[in-house]
């Protein structure tokens, strides 16, 4: 099978598998551009409440395919931050399920996504220093807002691979499950998650990302959603509620 990114719909959650196996689940230029338009998609499905990114077999992701580096560095490190960057966007709750190694690119995007389960035996590492090159003030402040500056300094300054505690300790991931547990921790997990509102997570998401301008947005959207009422009337009833505000589609929110 040639190299790509696999994706699906199970019970709302979406799943994208970075698959070439070949190469530890390196990512192509191609599988780079098509990680945006693919989370569009996604995105814009009212079906969809939350997605998980994962790699196939027992390796998230070894970071780019070098072999396409050697044409123009630039380009493919613009390919790359657009990938991440679209899926820091994204609008739902996103889950970065790690096995085995998450490097360099890989790295990039489990911590573009909100939060990272790993297995133990899963190792990190931030690897530009390995190749001479400048990773991007975006990335680097995503990294620094994880993990503080000194460990970000840490992993840039040394592309030394970190294990799964460390990483856990740090706050580069949020949960180490044992080996074998990681897509039950993550089924279960998404399933509280797509029970959950959507207003408040679409509100939250922002919020923990810096946007400081939509208190009157999300205020109204609160109010017309219905939301709250629902919340409170099912906590008085014992019942699990049933929210009804969704992300808007492109150019709707």
């Not at 014992?238 to 709707?252: A, E, L, Y």
């Amino acid at each position: 099978m040639e190299p790509q990114l696999l994706h699906g719909v199970t019970d709302s959650v979406a799943t994208v598998v970075i698959h070439h196996p070949a190469k530890r689940n390196a990512m192509t230029a191609a599988m780079w551009r098509a990680l945006p338009p693919l989370l569009d998609g996604l995105a814009a499905d009212p079906g969809v409440r939350a997605l998980v990114l994962t790699g196939e077999g027992g390796t998230f992701c070894a970071g780019a395919d070098i072999s396409s580096l050697q044409g123009s560095p630039d380009e493919a490190q613009r390919l790359a931050q657009g990938a991440e960057e679209a899926l820091a966007a994204f609008p739902k709750p996103t889950l970065a399920a790690v096995r085995g190694h998450c490097v360099g690119g890989g790295a990039q995007l489990a911590a573009a996504c909100d939060l990272r389960f790993a297995e133990e035996g899963a190792l990190f590492g931030v690897t530009p220093a390995k190749l001479g090159l400048v990773y991007p003030a975006a990335a680097t402040r995503r990294l620094v807002t994880l993990v503080g500056p000194a460990t970000a300094k840490y992993l840039l300054f040394s592309g030394e691979l970190i294990d799964a505690p460390r990483a856990l300790r740090t706050g580069l991931v949020d949960e180490v499950l044992p080996e074998g547990e990681l897509g039950k921790r993550v089924a279960e997990f998404t399933r509280v998650l797509v029970s959950r509102s959507q207003l408040t997570q679409a509100a939250a998401k922002e919020f923990a990302d810096g946007r400081t301008d939509r208190d009157a947005h999300w205020a109204e959207q609160a109010r017309g959603s219905g939301d709250p009422a629902e919340g409170v009337t099912a906590f008085l009833q014992r019942r699990g509620p049933r929210f009804t505000w969704t992300v808007p589609g492109p150019g709707r929110g």
